[in-house]
């Protein structure tokens, strides 16, 4: 499998509900990134948690990084219908050439 | 530009022939950046160009992929002899510092250039 994977792939929850997803991956990494697609469009840049960090806070985000069981979580609080879209976990490893990695993605449907 | 520019944003050709997809990073960003991105799927990195290192071509699933970086800026990825499993959607992402370094290395994403093969 493919260095950074989501679980779980689909998720669906109701407004003010919080969502939470995991990534795994599995060579040593630099960084940590998530991002979010809404449906045919570009992703966007949530947040970076470096590998020496173990926790970060944006807004109603909330990202962990536990580099021994090479995972890491996203959470998002009091989910809203507009956070309704796919979410990627990127890993970033020089020893890779410094090129980013993305997971298959977890699916998130926020019922108003 | 203020983003990251790409064109065609939908293209339809028929199998065999040959489609270029076009890439204007933001100014100044050093690394560039092509994924592709199938039905419902993650994305797979295809290329990677950092400044005037050679280009990180890993990823490219055949040699009918080829992909170029004219004055570190606008990126051209050519796909010759199309196949119908080509189908996808190409993303181009440009950064300024490369993503494995300890320094932040975010991602600007296009909107993408849909590629359908018939």
């Known amino acids: 499998s493919q260095q950074g994977e989501e679980d779980p792939q689909a998720l669906s929850i109701q407004e003010g509900e919080n969502a939470t997803m995991n990534c795994s991956y599995k060579?040593?990494?630099?960084?940590l990134q998530w991002y979010r697609q809404n449906s045919g469009r570009g992703l966007v840049h949530l947040i970076l948690i470096r590998s020496n960090e173990r926790e970060k806070h944006s807004g109603r985000l909330r990202v962990t990084l536990d580099t021994s069981k090479k995972s890491s979580s996203l959470l998002i609080t009091a989910s809203r219908a507009a956070d309704t879209a796919s979410y990627f976990c990127?890993?970033?490893?020089?020893?890779?050439?410094?090129?980013?990695?993305f997971g298959g993605g977890t699916r998130v449907l926020v019922k108003p | 530009g203020a983003g990251v520019s790409q064109s065609p944003s939908n293209k339809v050709t028929e199998k065999g022939k040959d489609v270029e997809l076009r890439c204007d990073p933001i100014s100044g960003h050093t690394a560039l950046y092509w994924y592709r991105q199938s039905l419902g799927q993650g994305l797979e990195f295809l290329i990677y160009f950092q400044g005037n290192s050679a280009p990180d071509k890993s990823g490219l699933p055949s040699d009918r992929f080829s992909a170029e970086r004219t004055g570190g800026s606008v990126s051209t990825l050519t796909i010759q002899r199309t196949q119908q499993e080509d189908s996808a959607v190409y993303l181009c992402a440009s950064s300024l510092v490369a993503s494995g370094s300890l320094n932040t290395g975010e991602l600007f994403f296009g909107e993408g250039s849909r590629l359908t093969v018939l």
């Open positions: 060579t040593s990494i630099n960084n």
């Open positions: 990127a890993s970033g490893n020089k020893a890779a050439g410094n090129k980013l990695t």
